[in-house]
């Protein structure tokens, strides 16, 4: 199984990213997607997921600002990011089977990506 994240870089505060998750290596329609952050001192923290279903949880600093999506017909994920501020710098990291709370599942799957850089600059 393999997580490949993009779509990350350098945005002025008030800017817009799109981050895409392509997996590969078996089918996750049934899983949790999920985008996770962690910035530099800090332990990760869930960003955003979305069942199979289309039911989304956010954490309550990017609400209104981001939206999570998937496309389970190509196994991708992707998370708008709008209105960006500096605290949203971080490294952001996809995973595949956690709960829409961000906590692992008994012996369930637990797949996470490499992470993409996200700089805000004020």
């Known amino acids: 199984v393999q997580l490949q994240a993009s779509g990350g870089g350098l945005v002025q505060a008030g800017g817009s990213l799109r981050l895409s998750c392509v997996a590969s290596?078996?089918?996750?329609?049934?899983?949790?997607m999920g985008w996770y952050r962690q910035a530099p001192g800090k332990q990760r923290e869930l960003v955003a997921a979305?069942?199979?279903?289309?039911?989304?949880n956010y954490v309550d600093s990017v609400k209104g600002r981001f939206t999570i999506s998937r496309d389970n017909t190509e196994n991708t994920l992707y998370l708008q990011m709008n209105g960006l501020k500096s605290e949203d710098t971080a490294v952001y990291y996809c995973?595949?089977?956690?709960?829409?709370?961000?906590?692992?599942?008994?012996?369930?799957?637990?797949?996470w990506g490499k992470g993409t850089q996200v700089t805000v600059s004020s």
């Open positions: 995973n595949i089977g956690r709960s829409l709370t961000g906590q692992w599942v008994n012996f369930g799957p637990d797949y």
């Open positions: 290596g078996s089918t996750f329609t049934k899983y949790v």
């Open positions: 979305i069942r199979s279903d289309g039911e989304t």
